[in-house]
């Protein structure tokens, strides 16, 4: 099928963080507010289109927003509520349409292709986007064309509280003009290079010819010429398809050491959540299945506030198994799945988490990238060194492991993940 007669809608919460704290405390309306961070440290997660105005936005740290914008309110922030609003708005979207995708956790992109037959794509999503409005009371964007790239392009130009279609014959016209910073994905590094050699218009950007665009950004700039000329074929992926990541671990001997295997738990949701924030993802749904030695199966699942921070999934994968680990009995299989997975980031300062444990991710994760997954552990779940016949340590090196010389350090990476995880104590498989 042709772009031509394709019809994406993407719907875009404004200023998502602060218009849930306005709906609570409509007092603060009409002000310049900005969520996480405060005057001293921490960093904008999200501010009100007063504060925009003066020049503050989004991963400034605090300390500059205070200075920009001194009558500023600083709001705390609480990503369980903006999680919660953020299903409300899922739900009325999963209510009327057959295709959409969760983007975001205010994000959301529709495919009304094949439907426009019944429907005038604009009049139902301006209809969709009053819904939204008035039953949760937050405001809303969306934009309407023949991709997703033109159709966030549209939400991001008619913002806040705007619609925009761009049909067809009118994408060339609509995209020439604007900055290339515009084409959602690119990166500042791609945006320095572009720009010095004086690329600054996306018009400019399309009519570059297309191997030249390879030769200097390689795959990622055909990507990028493709967009600017208003092509992109990424599918619609449904909500509920959208992968989970997941990993389980059975046993040699069946087990009932209630320690270990919250130990077990422990690591497990330490790699996922590495995996997860590797490819800056959130989760909104933990699921822990438990085998007894019997083979009897049970699962228990929870919703939570979208996140990716160990701490907080470890002590929920705990507090699942206690509820499903009801019997005396040995167990000889735990796994955990993480699922309602969007794209983000964690947001500092909107958790019971604080800077340092923030930090402390960010730096484990670092030495993770260099050195492999299981260069850093949290200690509950760090097996007794090996020692060999002497009684002497063996010291362990990660990039040295028998038999993985000849892989590439991303499948070595990957294989850790699988094969990690008090290994006599189980084997973990990964599940996709
Ligand atoms: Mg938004």
Redesign the pocket.
């Known amino acids: 099928m042709t772009d031509k007669e394709k019809h994406i809608i993407h719907m ?3 200023a ?1 963080f602060v218009s849930v704290e306005l709906r609570k405390n409509p007092d603060l309306i009409g002000k310049p507010i900005i969520v996480g961070g405060n005057a001293d440290r921490g960093v904008v997660t999200s501010c009100s289109y007063e504060a925009r105005k003066f020049g503050v936005h989004a991963a400034m740290p605090g300390r500059m927003a205070k200075q920009l914008c001194p009558q500023a309110i600083f709001v705390r922030g609480s990503m369980d509520e903006y999680s919660k609003a953020s299903q409300e708005i899922t739900e009325i979207i999963v209510n009327r349409v057959p295709l959409f995708e969760k983007a975001s956790i ?2 959301h992109y529709i495919d009304m292709t094949g439907m426009d037959k019944f429907f005038g794509c604009m009049k139902f999503a301006s209809e969709l986007r009053q819904t939204i409005i008035k039953e949760t009371g937050l405001p809303i964007s969306f934009g309407l064309s023949v991709n997703k790239t033109v159709a966030k392009i549209g939400t991001n130009e008619c913002k806040p509280n705007g619609q925009k279609e761009v049909p067809f014959p009118e994408v060339r016209p609509f995209l020439n003009p604007l900055a290339i910073h515009k084409i959602p994905g690119i990166g500042n590094a791609t945006y320095k290079k572009l720009s010095e050699m004086g690329v600054r218009k996306i018009q400019t950007l399309a009519e570059i010819p297309q191997d030249l665009m390879f030769k200097i950004l390689g795959q990622h700039g055909l990507g990028l010429w493709q967009k600017a000329n208003g092509i992109d074929l990424s599918p619609v992926v449904p909500y509920r398809e959208r992968k989970s990541i997941g990993t389980q671990t059975t046993f040699e001997s069946d087990s009932m050491d209630i320690s270990s295997m919250k130990a077990i738990l422990s690591g497990m949701v330490t790699n996922l959540t590495y995996e997860l924030r590797s490819q800056q993802k959130l989760t909104a749904c933990i699921t822990v299945t438990i085998r007894y030695s019997n083979f009897e199966t049970v699962t228990q699942q929870a919703r939570i506030p979208y996140t990716a921070l160990d701490s907080f999934l470890i002590a929920k994968a705990h507090d699942l198994f206690k509820r499903l680990y009801t019997k005396r009995m040995l167990l000889r299989l735990i796994g955990v799945k993480l699922s309602h997975l969007v794209n983000g980031y964690e947001q500092i300062g909107l958790y019971h988490t604080s800077e340092e444990e923030y930090d402390l991710y960010q730096a484990m994760d670092k030495v993770r990238d260099h050195y492999g997954v299981e260069s850093v552990v949290k200690a509950c779940i760090v097996k007794r060194p090996e020692r060999d016949k002497n009684g002497k340590v063996i010291k362990y090196n990660p990039r040295k492991i028998k038999g993985e010389e000849h892989k590439t350090e991303e499948e070595r990476k990957r294989s850790r993940i699988r094969t990690f995880i008090n290994s006599d104590l189980g084997t973990a498989t990964k599940l996709d």
Request: proline share 0%; net charge negative.
């Open positions: 875009d919460q404004d998502f205010d994000e």
